[in-house]
C-alpha cells in the first residue's frame, strides 16, 4: 500500500522559509507529479506546485516567485521551500500524489505551519 | 485560468436523503474533473475522477455525472459518514479547487 509522509517545522516566524519534505513508502515513483497544497484555517484548498521524477516542476503562478519544489529520486522524496514567509502563509500543507489525468489520488496527512512573530 | 463554483455552499438534509451537488466552470473542461470529500482534522479523499469514476474504496452510492461546465455529485442515500465537505476539482492548466460544499445533518 503506497502512503505519504511528510515532515518540516511547524513553526516559523516572519521573514523565514518554510521547508517541507514528503516521502513516498511504496509503488512506483514515476508516472505521476508529487504535488503540494495548502488550506488555511477555515478555508478551501489552494494548489502550490508539483514536480515529476525527472525534475519538470510546475508552480501556482501566485506563488511562484517564493516556491522552490525539488526532487529525490534515489529516496523517493520530494520537498518544498515556500520563502519570505508571512502570517498569510499559516496553513495546513499536504503532500500528494497526482495522477497524469488530474486527480489527486493519494494525500499525506497534513502539517500545520504557523507563521507567528 | 478557469474557476470553479460550487453549489449550494451548505447543503442541510438527514441520514438516507439524497444529496446532490453542484460544481460549474467558468468555461468548458475536458472529463478531469474530480470531487473529494474532507472531514474535520483530515486530508481529503478522492472520491470521483474523470467526472464519473469512483475511486478505490468508495461505496457505489457515490456517483458523478456532466459534462462542458457542470458537474453534479450524488449521494443517493446519506449515510452518517457523508456528513463531511465536497470540493470539486480540474486541472486546466493546473489543478483547480472548487470552494466546497457543506453537507451538514439538518
Known amino acids: 500500500q503506497v502512503q505519504l509522509q511528510q515532515w518540516g517545522a511547524g513553526l516559523l516566524k516572519p521573514s523565514e522559509t518554510l521547508s517541507l519534505t514528503c516521502a513516498v513508502y511504496g509503488g512506483s515513483f514515476s508516472g505521476y507529479y508529487w504535488t503540494w497544497i495548502r488550506q488555511p484555517p477555515g478555508k478551501g484548498l489552494e494548489w502550490i506546485g508539483e514536480i515529476d521524477h525527472s525534475g519538470s516542476s510546475n508552480y501556482n503562478p501566485s506563488l511562484k516567485s517564493r516556491i522552490t519544489i525539488s526532487v529525490d529520486t534515489s529516496k523517493k522524496q520530494f520537498s518544498l521551500k515556500l520563502n519570505s514567509v508571512t502570517a498569510a502563509d499559516t496553513a495546513v500543507f499536504y503532500c500528494?500524489?497526482?495522477?497524469?489525468?488530474?486527480?489527486?489520488?493519494?494525500w499525506g496527512r497534513g502539517t500545520l505551519v504557523t507563521v507567528s512573530s | 485560468d478557469i474557476v470553479l463554483t460550487q453549489s449550494p455552499a451548505t447543503l442541510s438534509l438527514s441520514p438516507g436523503e439524497r444529496a446532490t451537488l453542484s460544481c460549474r466552470a467558468s468555461q468548458s473542461i475536458s472529463s478531469s474533473l474530480a470531487w473529494y470529500q474532507q472531514k474535520p482534522g483530515q486530508a481529503p479523499r478522492l472520491l470521483i475522477y474523470?467526472?464519473?469514476n469512483r475511486a478505490t474504496d468508495i461505496p457505489p452510492r457515490f456517483s458523478g455525472s456532466g459534462s462542458g461546465t457542470d458537474f453534479t455529485l450524488t449521494i443517493s442515500s446519506l449515510e452518517p459518514e457523508d456528513f463531511a465537505l465536497y470540493y470539486c476539482q480540474q486541472r486546466n492548466p493546473w489543478p483547480h479547487f472548487g470552494p466546497g460544499t457543506k453537507v451538514e445533518i439538518k
Open positions: 474523470g467526472t464519473s
Open positions: 500528494g500524489r497526482g495522477r497524469v489525468s488530474g486527480e489527486i489520488d493519494l
